[in-house]
């Protein structure tokens, strides 16, 4: 009898917000008070879908990481003075991206740099959220990594 190959499968929690551009995941990731949700909040007024907040769930599936919203928060934001606020959603999206929020991010990366999510390599960039230009950035970072 022939044996049955079930697909490679790993998961990983992240802390920090997901959203969708162009049908591809960014993670966005730092501490409490950073700036995830709100930067989130900003894509998503610039066309992207939100896929979680507070925790993501990150899937290694036939070589490829997925992020999806926990089942208790798939569909909500927090919005910092306005409370949970509950909007539309994706799920099971490719993860194209993983923004690490600093202070400080280097002006110029010195070299492209990766974080191993779920057995999964993802290209990282460093940046500051509450600039006003970090959704922009993000979006351009976005296409570069999908080119």
């Given at each position: 009898?022939?044996?049955?190959?079930?697909?490679?499968?790993?998961?990983?929690?992240?802390?920090?917000?997901?959203?969708?551009?162009?049908?591809?995941?960014?993670?966005?990731?730092?501490?409490?008070?950073?700036?995830?949700?709100?930067?989130?909040?900003?894509?998503?007024?610039?066309?992207?879908?939100?896929?979680?907040?507070?925790?993501?769930?990150?899937?290694?599936?036939?070589?490829?990481?997925?992020?999806?919203?926990?089942?208790?928060?798939?569909?909500?934001?927090?919005?910092?003075?306005?409370?949970?606020?509950?909007?539309?959603?994706?799920?099971?999206?490719?993860?194209?991206?993983?923004?690490?929020i600093l202070d400080a991010?280097?002006?110029?990366?010195?070299?492209?740099?990766?974080?191993?999510?779920?057995?999964?390599?993802?290209?990282?960039?460093a940046l500051a959220a509450?600039?006003?230009?970090?959704?922009?950035?993000?979006?351009?970072?976005?296409?570069?990594?999908?080119?």
């Open positions: 009898m022939p044996e049955v190959r079930l697909p490679e499968v790993s998961s990983e929690t992240v802390h920090g917000a997901c959203v969708a551009i162009g049908g591809q995941a960014v993670l966005i990731e730092g501490r409490s008070g950073e700036g995830k949700s709100d930067l989130a909040l900003r894509l998503i007024d610039r066309g992207a879908v939100l896929v979680a907040d507070s925790q993501v769930i990150c899937q290694r599936q036939d070589g490829k990481l997925l992020a999806s919203a926990p089942t208790h928060l798939a569909g909500r934001i927090e919005v910092r003075g306005l409370g949970i606020i509950e909007m539309p959603s994706v799920e099971r999206i490719p993860v194209d991206l993983l923004i690490v991010p280097p002006r110029f990366p010195e070299d492209t740099r990766t974080r191993r999510i779920a057995g999964v390599d993802v290209p990282v960039l509450l600039e006003p230009s970090a959704p922009i950035k993000v979006e351009l970072a976005v296409k570069q990594a999908t080119r």
